[in-house]
């Protein structure tokens, strides 16, 4: 079996796919794991950005372990019971009230490339490779997965990719929005993701909760936005000892430290 590890460290969390000799392909037990881990992510006042990345050079994950599917996803029965596991991660991720970065290196396929494009930043070295390899397996890709897609790229881009199942790479990967930068090396990547990270964990937390609720609400399907938990989260800022900091700390000329209240 494969593991995912969490490592949080000066308000940034770590979350590492490892199944390298896989290509940090996601086991059953991978997906029951994630959920935990991203509650854990969203539950600690400590931590103020979350960083997905891959184990090993070859991969950032390319989606699930086909070498189950003999066994647990064999039939519809089977199928509905492990996408239960893969809807839960999706979840925990549109529910996450702190931003996201998914460090790109290697390969990002399938559920990978969905987990990927479920955080506000992608930033890619050049090695990375974004697809949707279902159809040459045999899978269905389904309606709330072309979502994922569409919603990145736009409707055309997602047909594209999901009826030929490419993969891109390179700058093909920033015109069609899958990533916001291709930096020149892993080692150019990993040291702006750190750098976004700590931009980021500098903010103030209820400001970024609120904006991560109004993206959520943009992007629901299933009903309007909800206004009420806008303002509701809009509210909180008011409300916050942060928000008062934010001003002494303009006046005072400095910056400001937050603190989540």
């Known amino acids: 079996m494969g593991e995912v590890s969490l490592d949080i ?14 290509l940090n392909a996601l086991d059953a ?50 199928a509905e019971a492990y996408n239960n596991l893969q809807r839960a991660v999706a979840r925990a991720m549109v529910a996450l009230p702190k931003p996201a970065i998914a460090a790109l290196h290697g390969h990002a396929l399938g559920a990978g490339m969905e987990l990927a494009l479920q955080c506000d930043f992608r930033l890619a070295s050049p090695s990375a490779r974004m697809g949707v390899p279902a159809v040459k397996l045999g899978l269905p890709y389904r ?22 199942g490419r993969s891109y790479a390179g700058e093909a990967l920033l015109a069609m929005g899958l990533v916001q930068q291709v930096l020149p090396d892993r080692a150019s990547m990993e ?10 964990a500098a903010n103030a937390p209820l400001s970024l909760a609120a904006a991560k609720q109004s993206f959520r609400e943009l992007g629901r399907r299933d009903a309007p936005p909800d206004l009420a938990a806008c303002r509701s989260a ?26 989540g209240t």
């Open 191 to 200: 040291a702006e993701v750190a750098a976004l990270a700590a931009e980021l």
């Open 143 to 164: 309606l709330e997965d072309i979502v994922k897609i569409a919603d990145v790229v736009g409707l055309a881009r997602a047909r594209e990719m999901v009826l030929t």
């Open 29 to 78: 037990h991978m997906w029951r794991a994630l959920p935990g881990l991203l509650a854990r992510v969203a539950e600690d006042p400590a931590v103020r950005v979350l960083v997905l990345a891959g184990a090993g050079d070859r991969a950032f994950c390319t989606g699930n372990d086909i070498s189950e599917f003999d066994s647990i996803r064999a039939n519809p029965e089977q």
């Open 9 to 22: 460290r000066a308000g940034i969390a770590r979350l590492v796919f490892d199944n390298p000799a896989k």
């Open 234 to 259: 809009d509210d909180l800022c008011y409300a916050s000892a942060d928000y008062a900091e934010g001003r002494l700390a303009r006046h005072e000329k400095r910056a400001p430290r937050f603190t």
